[in-house]
C-alpha cells in the first residue's frame, strides 16, 4: 500500500506570493492533519479535516487555509507569504480522527 | 492545554547500549500516545501507538510503557545501534470532547536527539 505522498518536495517563493502544498492520504483513510515544523517552535498542529470537513483547527493566522477533496487528497494554502513561514510542511493521515496517524515526507517551503 | 516534555533534549551512547527515552504529559485526558522517529530533513516514522487503556507496547527492540495516571510515557530501545540515530518524539492525541474540537490534533514534545556510535 503506498504511504503519504506530498507534492511538491521543496518550494521557493518570495515575501507576499502565495503557495499551495498537496497532500495525497494512504489509500482508505478519510482524515488527513497538517502540521508545520520549525526550528524554534518544533511540530504545531495546523488543521485537520475528515471527508471533507474541517473539524479542527490550530492556533495560525487565518492566511493558512486548507480543503479536502472527496477522494480525500487535501490542500493547503498559504497567502501573502512571511519569512516565519519558512518551515517543514507535514501531512498525516489516518483512518479516523483517533487512529494511528502516517506522516508524509513533507514539503520544505522557504520564503525570501 | 496539553504539554509535552522529552527528556533528555539530547543522548549519545556507544553502539550496544539499551537506553530509555523519556516522556512526560500534563493533561492524563488523552486517547492514544504515539512514538516516532525522525530522520534529518525527513517525514516522521510512526514507532509505536499505545491506546490510554494499553500500559505497554514492543516492537522489535522496542518497547514502550505508559502510565495515564502519572502522565509519562517511556521508550526504551535495546542493543542500540548506529542505525538507530534519529530524533524520537512523542505526541498525545486528545480524548474526543463532547463539542467534537479535538479531533486529529497531535501535540508533540520537542523530541530527543539520539547519537549512537559505532
Known amino acids: 500500500k503506498a504511504g503519504v505522498t506530498q507534492t511538491p518536495r521543496y518550494l521557493i517563493k518570495t515575501r507576499g506570493q502565495q503557495v499551495t502544498l498537496s497532500c495525497s492520504p494512504i489509500?482508505?483513510?478519510?482524515?488527513v492533519s497538517w502540521y508545520q515544523q520549525t526550528p524554534g517552535q518544533g511540530l504545531q498542529f495546523l488543521f485537520e479535516?475528515?471527508?471533507?470537513?474541517?473539524?479542527n483547527k490550530g492556533n495560525f493566522p487565518g492566511r493558512f487555509s486548507g480543503r479536502q477533496f472527496s477522494n480525500s487528497r487535501s490542500e493547503m494554502n498559504v497567502s501573502t507569504l512571511e519569512l516565519g513561514d519558512s518551515a517543514l510542511y507535514l501531512c498525516a493521515s489516518s483512518l479516523n480522527e483517533v487512529y494511528e496517524q502516517y506522516f508524509g515526507p513533507g514539503t520544505r517551503l522557504t520564503v525570501t | 492545554k496539553q504539554e509535552v516534555t522529552q527528556i533528555p533534549a539530547a543522548l549519545s551512547v556507544p553502539e550496544g547500549e539499551n537506553l530509555v527515552l523519556n516522556c512526560s504529559f500534563t493533561?492524563?485526558?488523552?486517547?492514544?500516545l504515539q512514538w516516532f522517529r525522525q530522520d534529518p530533513g525527513k517525514g516522521l516514522t510512526s514507532l509505536l501507538l499505545?491506546?490510554?487503556?494499553?500500559r505497554e507496547q514492543t516492537s522489535g527492540r522496542l518497547n514502550a510503557s505508559l502510565d495515564k495516571s502519572s502522565g509519562r510515557s517511556t521508550l526504551y530501545i535495546a542493543a542500540s545501534q548506529p542505525g538507530d540515530s534519529a530524533t524520537y518524539l512523542c505526541?498525545?492525541?486528545?480524548?474526543?470532547?463532547?463539542?467534537?474540537?479535538?479531533?486529529?490534533?497531535?501535540?508533540f514534545g520537542q523530541g530527543t536527539i539520539l547519537t549512537v556510535h559505532p
Open positions: 505526541a498525545v492525541r486528545p480524548r474526543p470532547n463532547a463539542g467534537g474540537t479535538s479531533y486529529g490534533k497531535l501535540t
Open positions: 493533561d492524563s485526558a488523552i486517547y492514544n
Open positions: 489509500s482508505g483513510h478519510r482524515s
Open positions: 499505545i491506546q490510554s487503556s494499553q
Open positions: 479535516y475528515f471527508s471533507e470537513t474541517q473539524r
